[in-house]
């Protein structure tokens, strides 16, 4: 049970969380590779063109996405928001505040009481995570977690505990905003080290169709097709995978998630979203 309950929260977070993976319009992409003593990930991302302080990207302060959740056989399981709040300065880091909340709704909350947040402070140039924050109520227990994750390659900043991971590594739900400067008429693969507060992991985004029609909650939308798979030294995590819809709009909205879980099946589909 304990192994289990430590695994949940990436689950959930990558689940209800996945539709922040929106393509960013018109930035360049490029490779870099991240070195460290497990030999290292390649990893994909949007930079910019010029010297700025900060890359342009198709989210903004402010952006809310809600979704609703089918789990199983629950057609009304839960819903999901995903925001945008701030700009904030950690540990001497600029970075974007990404936050992502579930809750679960009867009859499944009657089996499965869930109310969760997590909160992503990702370094506007690279995305690499400078902290990362677990809020947990799940079952009638409650977890907070702060991370502050550190690459070898970094030093320690005003003698906080940090966890060493390797250059370029991401929290979960910073992965999932990095991706939206993937662009996928362009890329057929994106690589990139995660770190979930438990594991270093590697997260695998390949292009599957790149045009079919989709409908959801929100409406019927020209999407991509996106095949999300999660690797440990080398090795895929079977048990879980994903398939994600990115529309065909300026904002390359995520309209669409499916999920094989151990916990059954999950289905996220966009209702509604303001920017």
């Not at 990558?14 to 490779?31: G, H, K, N």
């Not at 290292?40 to 910019?48: D, E, H, V, Y």
């Not at 030093?155 to 993937?182: K, M």
Request: proline share 6%; aromatic share 10%; glycine share 6%.
């Amino acid at each position: 049970m304990k192994t289990e309950r430590k695994q949940f929260p990436w689950s959930l977070a990558f689940t209800l969380s996945f539709p922040f993976l929106i393509a960013v319009l018109c930035l360049p992409t490029r490779s870099v590779t991240a070195q460290g003593s497990s030999g290292g990930f390649t990893k994909t991302i949007g930079t910019a063109d010029g010297a700025i302080d900060e890359p342009r990207m198709p989210f903004r302060i402010g952006e809310t996405l809600t979704y609703h959740v089918s789990f199983a056989g629950f057609s009304n399981a839960a819903t999901a928001e995903l925001s945008v709040p701030e700009h904030r300065e950690i540990l001497g880091w600029r970075t974007w505040h990404f936050r992502a909340s579930a809750h679960t709704l009867g009859p499944l909350r009657y089996f499965m009481t869930v109310d969760d947040q997590f909160d992503s402070y990702a370094d506007v140039k690279t995305f690499e995570s400078r902290q990362y924050e677990t809020h947990l109520s799940e079952m009638g227990s409650i977890e907070n977690q702060i991370l502050h994750p550190s690459s070898v390659a970094q030093p320690h900043r005003n003698a906080i505990p940090v966890v060493a991971v390797l250059p370029g590594t991401l929290d979960p739900l910073g992965t999932l905003f990095e991706l939206r400067a993937v662009d996928w008429r362009q890329t057929s693969e994106f690589r990139a080290p995660v770190y979930d507060g438990e594991d270093l992991l590697e997260v695998r985004a390949r292009l599957e169709v790149p045009n079919e029609t989709v409908a959801v909650d929100a409406g019927n939308f020209s999407a991509t097709r996106i095949s999300l798979h999660l690797y440990k030294k080398d090795v895929e995590v079977t048990r879980e995978s994903f398939s994600l819809w990115l529309a065909g709009d300026p904002w390359r909205t995520p309209v669409l998630l499916q999920a094989e879980l151990p916990m059954g099946g999950v289905r996220v589909e966009l209702t509604s979203s303001r920017r």
